[in-house]
């Protein structure tokens, strides 16, 4: 009992502890901050956690508008559209000219090798008429020779028809030149091979002979005058 009562003696005594001293201090919140000023990564009044996902805004809305989408495919749709149609209307545009020329160079060659035949009838009907040929058989021939050209001219044959009128070199080949008191000069005096058209383009130009004019007064008389007599001794 002694012993008991000189350990509870010398035993220390314990304060009682304090609800300053229990409570430890916040780890996240600084000790030495102002009063009144919040951290620098505390979030402001009204605004969203930090961790919270961020606001797409209005241009995430518009690229995600199935509406959107669905114009602008259209819009492509459209485009891809409209060069078809041009890509077809170009070729079907040259497909109808590809044609035409294909024709037209069918019926050049065709009319290039019936030309001779009708220079035969022309000069047939020329050696019928010095030779005083039957009148009834020269007309037969004619007739057939102006149903051949009807026939050819529905297909674009045009026969040129040049004598009197002015010389066309784009269209005819002068093969000589003669003084003609009727004709003035350049004028086609005779031709010798009929020319033609085939529609507007020409087939194959026509031979003539072109007028020079009428010769000239000096020229006659250059070649009128007489040589000059030889000087003589005099008397």
Same mark, same amino acid.
């Given at each position: 009992m002694k012993k008991t009562k000189n350990q509870s003696?010398?035993?220390p005594k314990k304060r009682p502890a304090t609800a300053e001293a229990e409570a430890p201090a916040p780890p996240d919140m600084p000790c030495d901050l102002p009063s009144g000023e919040a951290p620098e990564d505390a979030p402001l009044g009204g605004e969203p956690a930090p961790d919270a996902p961020p606001d797409a805004g209005p241009a995430a809305e518009t690229e995600a508008d199935p509406l959107q989408i669905l114009a602008d495919e259209r819009d492509e749709l459209n485009e891809r559209l409209l060069r078809? =149609?041009?890509d077809f209307d170009n070729f079907r545009k040259r497909s109808i000219r590809e044609r035409d020329e294909l024709m037209h160079r069918a019926s050049e060659n065709l009319m290039e090798d019936l030309i001779p035949i009708l220079?035969?009838?022309s000069l047939g009907f020329e050696v019928a008429e010095q030779h005083e040929a039957n009148p009834t058989v020269v007309e037969g021939f004619r007739l057939v020779y102006d149903q051949a050209l009807n026939t050819l001219g529905k297909h674009g044959l045009v026969p040129l028809d040049v004598?009197?009128?002015?010389?066309d070199p784009h269209r005819q080949e002068a093969i000589s030149h003669l003084s003609s008191e009727e004709h003035p000069a350049d004028t086609v005096i005779a031709q010798t091979r009929r020319g033609y058209l085939l529609g507007d383009r020409?087939? =194959?130009a026509a031979q003539v002979v072109v007028s020079s004019g009428c010769a000239s007064a000096a020229d006659a008389g250059f070649a009128e005058a007489p040589s000059p007599e030889p000087p003589g001794d005099d008397p």
């Open positions: 003696k010398s035993a078809l =149609r041009a220079d035969h009838f004598v009197g009128k002015p010389f020409l087939l =194959r």
